[in-house]
């Protein structure tokens, strides 16, 4: 019997640690930098970075994103294409369009395969923005955890009904995309 109970204890355990690769939460580094941030997992434990391969806020046109054992590249699809993203990991390669040109707070994802929309929404809190499926269910919600305070993020999803690579382009795209004032 106590083998059975050690044997489920390490099970749980290691259970409860692969899950925790999932990414719940983003912050800036530094507070007045958006080009670098850090990825919690729900337990608030640092497991990766977003940082942009730039030097100038204007000129963000490369990103390199790191999750555990996990390194994706993000890059603009083509010269002044700021609509226009690539996002590679590990063979998995998802692109995202605004929904209509030049207007920001509306995004199409796509693996070729599948396609979501990730929409903002401004409100007393500040901004929420949702990736939905094609019947308007939402898989991933992100939302500033102070009130209009950019810095830092909450991601809530399922991950049983939406992969880590969905998540992590949404979240860029949400970070890319903060109103500067």
Known sequence: ??????????LWILMARSHAQDVYFARTVY???????????????PIGELRSRGMLHDRLDGWDLRVGDRIAFIRKAGTGQSDHWLFSMEGQ????NTTWPGQRDS?????NQTAYTLIRRIDDDGLDWRLIDGGGETLVS?????????RD???EYNEELVGQD?????LFLVIRNIPVH
């Open 107 to 111: 995004w199409r994802i796509t693996d």
């Open 166 to 170: 969905w998540v992590l382009v949404s």
């Open 142 to 150: 992100m939302y500033n955890e102070y009130v209009r305070d950019y």
């Open 93 to 96: 390669t998802l692109t995202a």
């Open 31 to 45: 507070a007045d930098d958006l080009s670098q941030w850090s990825l919690h997992d729900s337990l608030d434990e």
């Open 1 to 10: 019997m106590p083998r059975m109970y050690i044997l489920s204890l390490v």
């Open 153 to 155: 993020w909450i991601l």
